[in-house]
């Protein structure tokens, strides 16, 4: 597009509608630019303006047509179709892009150089430093896992850093930029911003040196008296009703609203935060706490539920807030919680009460983790039989909300995985030794700090080699899925893994489950330089990501082997059908737990409260109208839908199998 210099004839009908410029030379208009639609205006610097041709429908059905009115601009460029009204100081070098609606604002500009909140240090983790992550727009759970955790390889970090300071260097100017199609209203001061198409901020109180990542695919919403600084917004996500926020990255599609407050902290996608507060935590995807009186602080989390009045400490009150915890992926509090740092939560694990003991239970996952009598009492495996584990498990995926086609966390949301099986293998390690070394007979075990009854450690090796066995006997059936299962031989070229990639031990970074083997690969291309931008660590990480079935067999093939004792040479058709029997027996145990514990929702006592002023048909019958008929609960229906579904691909199998031809 040509632009060109404003007619004598259009700078007479500006200056009649009290427009004024330092210089009318330094102005450039498009070619079909109508000098009607300004009025108040002051020009200064250099200005190129677009045509003003839209007429904007508002809420209500109330219509503005396009143009600029009352508003001080300074080295601006002005997209076509614009609506800038009522600025109370100026905007100054702004680059604004087409259909933008900018009314009552009281102040937007750029001061200087600004990367608008790429490269700001973000002390995770630890308040003191130590593990800072430089933020970015391109920032994922996985890229910000490595970087904070992978301190002991300085050289890795060292090479992560300077890929964040290339790319910053890619985002910085000396002008900002407001994308297509943006709504601004009721504003205050907006220092040092970068806005995408499609976003809307409205009635917000203060926002500088940040980036808010809208687009057309998941617009981006900032709400009423917002306040923050040194921050990055990705797509979908929506700040409300008094946030604050200070050096915080915010995750595609996540919300923070009801005046939460959080200051170096970095939330990645799905997370939910209202009322509450946050210090220096890593919230990893699908973080959520409601409640006005919880505080996060210094802790890494993902697939969270944090119950009211949850707490940590990372305070000694010696050398200052240095101490930091982790809750493995699917933890919960309950209200009222509290666990002194430093700790250590297994995953899917359940804690309820006061923890005052540094805690390791890393290697005990789908566990509870109850205070009794000011000591630490550990339930090894009993959250695998829980229904609310298998609900989590089954709404994170329904819940995931980004709508961007651009995802930059890769998330896993397999309950079973190499990552949580592998831990069961090591929990029934653990507890086996804990019987060899005390004795069967001993009423309670120590381990890591945690208290453990005799039933609860007979029962946590039970729970876990059912889930075992449930996994394997999945891989194995899922393996041979497409495999006509003619004869042994060919059963047993189908069971080859692809590779030799996913033996040995898995991590989860947040989200994305690989194996260790894997993880070091990329971490020593990145230290030589093999790696050295950003979009090639995405790329490796993707492949991963995609290629998880594949890794996911070779790891439990390996588990197979040795878990039933059998070998790719000599496996037969009788070892498989033996290996899905032992699966459906799991299976169904495990279903079948899961259904008493539903049940539970729905006994005498779950009744309380219900029938005010009325008898015990009254009550019945009130719970039945709100609650509705066990049978006929939607959850319930869908467990005895599972059993009766997996009941068919045993049979299928077992079908199928016996058809082999014996070699």
Not at 201 to 228: A, C, F, K, Q
Request: charged share 25%; proline share 3%; glycine share 8%.
């Amino acid at each position: 597009m040509q632009y060109r210099k404003l007619t004598k004839a259009e700078i007479a009908v500006l200056e009649r509608q009290f427009c004024k410029a330092d210089s009318w030379e330094n102005i450039s208009v498009h070619p079909k630019f109508d000098p009607s639609q300004l009025s108040h205006v002051h020009f200064s610097g250099n200005i190129k303006l677009g045509r003003f041709e839209r007429e904007f429908t508002l809420p209500g059905g109330y219509k503005k047509q396009s143009g600029i009115r009352n508003a001080c601009l300074c080295n601006c460029r002005i997209g076509d179709n614009v609506l800038i009204e009522n600025v109370q100081n100026y905007i100054a070098n702004y680059e604004i892009g087409e259909n933008t609606l900018i009314v009552n604002l009281e102040l937007m500009y750029v001061e200087g150089s600004s990367s608008f909140g790429n490269g700001v240090q973000v002390s995770v983790l630890n308040e003191t430093g130590g593990r800072e992550v430089a933020i970015h727009n391109r920032l994922s759970a996985h890229f910000a896992y490595i970087l904070s955790f992978y301190r002991h390889r300085p050289v890795l970090v060292q090479k992560m850093q300077e890929m964040v300071k290339s790319y910053t260097q890619s985002c910085t100017s000396v002008m900002g930029r407001i994308g297509n199609d943006v709504i601004i209203l009721n504003a205050g001061t907006l220092k040092d911003i970068c806005v995408g198409d499609y976003a809307v901020i409205e009635g917000v109180r203060h926002l500088e040196n940040g980036t808010i990542n809208s687009n057309e695919y998941d617009p981006v919403h900032i709400g009423y008296s917002v306040m923050m600084k040194d921050f990055i917004i990705s797509s979908g996500a929506s700040v409300e009703d008094g946030t604050m926020l200070t050096r915080c990255f915010v995750g595609q599609a996540c919300h923070l609203g009801h005046t939460y407050s959080a200051s170096d902290s970095l939330f990645f996608s799905n997370c939910h935060g209202e009322n509450g507060e946050a210090c220096a935590i890593f919230a990893g995807p699908y973080t959520v706490t409601h409640h006005k009186s919880t505080l996060l602080i210094a802790g890494m989390f993902s697939f969270m539920n944090a119950g009211s009045g949850s707490n940590q400490s990372n305070h000694m009150y010696k050398l200052g807030p240095i101490h930091q915890g982790v809750m493995e992926r699917g933890s919960k509090t309950t209200s009222d919680s509290y666990i002194l740092w430093p700790a250590k939560i297994g995953a899917f694990s359940l804690v309820m009460g006061r923890h005052y003991q540094n805690s390791d239970t890393s290697m005990m996952p789908f566990s509870y983790l109850i205070e009794n009598n000011d000591e630490s009492h550990l339930y090894p495996g009993i959250n695998l039989r829980s229904v609310g584990t298998i609900r989590d498990a089954r709404k994170f995926p329904k819940r995931d909300r980004r709508k961007d086609p651009d995802k930059l966390d890769l998330i896993n949301f397999n309950l079973l995985s190499p990552y949580t099986v592998q831990k069961m293998f090591h929990g029934i390690d653990a507890l086996e030794s804990l019987q060899k070394t005390c004795g069967e007979t001993s009423d309670r075990y120590t381990y890591q700090s945690c208290k453990i009854k005799n039933s609860s450690l007979r029962k946590g090796i039970k729970y876990y080699n059912i889930a075992i066995r449930k996994f394997l006997g999945n891989s194995i059936i899922s393996r041979l899925k497409d495999c006509p299962c003619n004869n042994d031989e060919e059963i047993r070229d189908c069971l080859k893994p692809d590779s030799d990639a996913g033996t040995g031990q898995w991590r989860d970074l947040s989200g994305l489950l690989a194996p260790s083997t894997e993880i070091d690969k990329l971490i020593t291309d990145i230290e030589s330089g093999k790696i050295n931008c950003i979009d090639d660590l995405e790329a490796v990480l993707k492949k991963l990501h995609q290629d998880y079935y594949s890794l996911e067999w070779t790891w439990a093939w390996d588990k197979i082997k040795t878990y039933y004792g059998v070998s790719l040479d000599t496996i037969t058709t009788k070892d498989i059908i033996n290996i899905v029997e032992k699966w459906k027996e799991a299976v169904i145990e495990l279903d079948n737990l899961i259904y008493e514990d539903a049940r539970k929702e729905f006994s005498l006592s779950s009744r309380t409260s219900f029938g005010m002023d009325g008898n015990r048909k009254d009550q019945e019958t009130d719970f039945e109208q709100v609650r509705g008929v066990f049978e006929k609960n939607a959850f319930v229906e869908e467990v005895l839908e599972h059993i009766k579904v997996k009941t068919k691909l045993y049979e299928d199998t077992i079908k199928k199998l016996t058809k082999t031809k014996p070699q």
